[in-house]
């Protein structure tokens, strides 16, 4: 059966789109450019990070474009002053929620975090620094978690339960204390359903999670395999 069409306009330009496409894959289907860091093509949408929030004409509030369907005769606009404030607010908070120190981090020069802090132009943290006492967890045979770093966009629990198959990552606790965890809240090192295959490492936007024997600007992160494995269940369903 074939989907149905809606026309909507996104920062003033006529856009044609499915009818069970979202606001943010719309605007990426005519380059459009909307930040996200808990997006990711291939994994369910969650709605974390809310970077891509977006103005809808006779809506009085932002909205996530990544979870927001689109609809006829949408108006949209995903640049505004007050977006462009709302973002910064939002960086700042997942700055100051851990202990980010870009110089000796894995990560370093290769963070979708630090590239959107730039090209949304954050020059400074605009709210108080939490200073977690957090752990780094070293006991898997291959790779780290350090939770200095995590900015709880649930990348990992998502590929790991969706595309691995193997849901040891899930997230405890709510607010400020809300943590990813390995199996029962058990050092990663010691979950036996961990297959050891790394896709977690490798969807993480940051350097929270990284290979052993990566030094400061080492991790490079990728992401093809996830397009491959998405591409080869739908050519088989």
């Not at 997942?94 to 802090?117: K, M, P, W, Y």
């Not at 204390?177 to 036996?192: D, K, L, Q, Y």
């Not at 400061?216 to 050519?235: D, P, Q, W």
């Amino acid at each position: 059966m074939a989907v149905a069409l809606k026309t909507l306009k996104i920062n003033g330009i006529d856009v044609t789109a499915r009818a069970d496409e979202t606001i943010l894959q719309a605007a990426r289907e005519n380059d459009i450019f909307i930040p996200t860091l808990c997006q990711l093509d291939g994994i369910s949408t969650y709605g974390a990070c809310r970077l891509c929030i977006v103005e809808v004409k006779g809506i009085n509030k932002l909205l996530p474009s990544c979870c927001t369907l689109v609809e006829e005769g949408m108006e949209v606009t995903t640049e505004t002053e007050i977006i462009k404030e709302h973002r910064k607010i939002i960086l700042s908070m997942i700055f100051a929620e851990r202990n980010h120190t870009c110089a000796v981090c894995v990560s370093n020069g290769c963070c979708e975090l630090q590239d959107l802090s730039v090209k949304l132009g954050l020059e400074h943290i605009e709210v108080p620094y939490l200073y977690p006492k957090v752990e780094v967890d070293a006991t898997h045979k291959h790779f780290i978690s350090d939770h200095n770093r995590c900015i709880l966009c649930a990348r990992c629990v998502r590929v790991c339960d969706e595309i691995e198959g193997a849901h040891i990552w899930d997230i405890k606790n709510r607010g400020i204390s809300a943590r990813v965890i390995t199996g029962f809240n058990e050092p990663w090192g010691e979950v036996e359903d961990c297959t050891n295959c790394g896709k977690c490492v490798q969807v993480c936007p940051v350097g929270a999670l990284s290979e052993k024997g990566v030094a400061a600007g080492e991790m490079k992160k990728n992401r093809n395999f996830l397009t491959y494995i998405v591409e080869m269940r739908a050519s088989h369903e």
